[in-house]
């Protein structure tokens, strides 16, 4: 069985600053994906930055940055120069080889920018 | 255009009556999903199929039945709806089932099921 913890329900950042949002993840599965999504308050669940458990770099999508520390089970999401349109919910979540890929997410952390 | 587009948005009903969300990806991913996202936010798979072929069924009541009639449209119905079915629902597809890259999930808007 794979879990992810989210173990921030909210988070402030001031506007250009950087945020991260903690992830830490649990699987028996010697291969996984790790993902994050925002959640924007109209709803919808927007992809943002995928990391394969094989993958020797840190993933990087833009303003996005995945710290993936495999050893310590941790996929943080670094948001750089934070802006005002941050403001959401984050959620990570994960696959397993064993799950018919389906993803298995965290509780989700609020963020809210701030000028 | 829409990738992963659902209809209705939203669906406002009595408990008892059936009611169908539809889905459909123009991706052209082979797999499919439906996801359910509880008052808490909290998101759970229901069903995904590849290829029109069923492949996750997780604990759901069997009330709700997934169909695919092609690769490119995964519907939901819900029989007798209860109150406890409210939540909001989401399709989602990836390019294949399997590990990679590839089985990145991309999410249609939702549909927001209200129950009364």
């Known amino acids: 069985a794979q879990k992810i913890t989210q173990t921030q329900p ?6 250009k600053e950087a945020v991260t ?6 699987t028996s599965d010697p291969s996984y ?3 994050w999504y925002k959640q924007p308050s109209s709803g919808e669940m927007i992809f943002l930055i995928y990391q394969g458990s094989y993958d020797q770099q840190n993933a990087t999508e833009g303003r996005y940055s995945l710290n993936f520390q495999k050893a310590r089970k941790s996929a ?5 120069a934070s802006q005002l349109g941050d403001s959401a919910m984050y959620f990570c979540a994960m696959t397993g080889a064993g799950g018919g890929n389906k993803l298995t997410f965290g509780t989700g952390t609020q963020l809210k920018v701030e000028l | 255009d829409t990738a992963v587009s659902q209809t209705p948005k939203y669906l406002v009903t009595q408990m008892g009556n059936d009611k169908s969300i539809k889905c459909e990806q123009n991706l052209g991913h ?3 999903y439906w996801y359910k996202q509880d008052s808490k936010k ?4 229901m069903f995904s199929y590849n290829n029109k072929e069923l492949i996750i069924n997780e604990t759901v009541p069997n009330r709700f039945s997934p169909k695919s009639p092609d690769k490119a449209h995964l519907n939901l119905h819900i ?3 209860e109150l406890g079915d409210s939540a909001v629902y989401f399709c989602a597809s990836s390019q294949e089932g399997s590990l990679g890259s590839g089985n990145i999930q991309y999410f249609g808007a939702g549909t927001r099921l209200s129950v009364l």
């Open chain 1, 21 to 26: 949002l903690d992830c830490t993840y649990d």
């Open chain 1, 10 to 15: 909210g988070m402030f950042v001031q506007e």
């Open chain 2, 79 to 81: 029989n007798s709806l």
């Open chain 2, 42 to 45: 909290f998101l759970k798979i």
């Open chain 2, 30 to 32: 082979d797999t499919m």
């Open chain 1, 76 to 80: 943080n999401l670094v948001i750089s």
């Open chain 1, 33 to 35: 994906g790790l993902f």
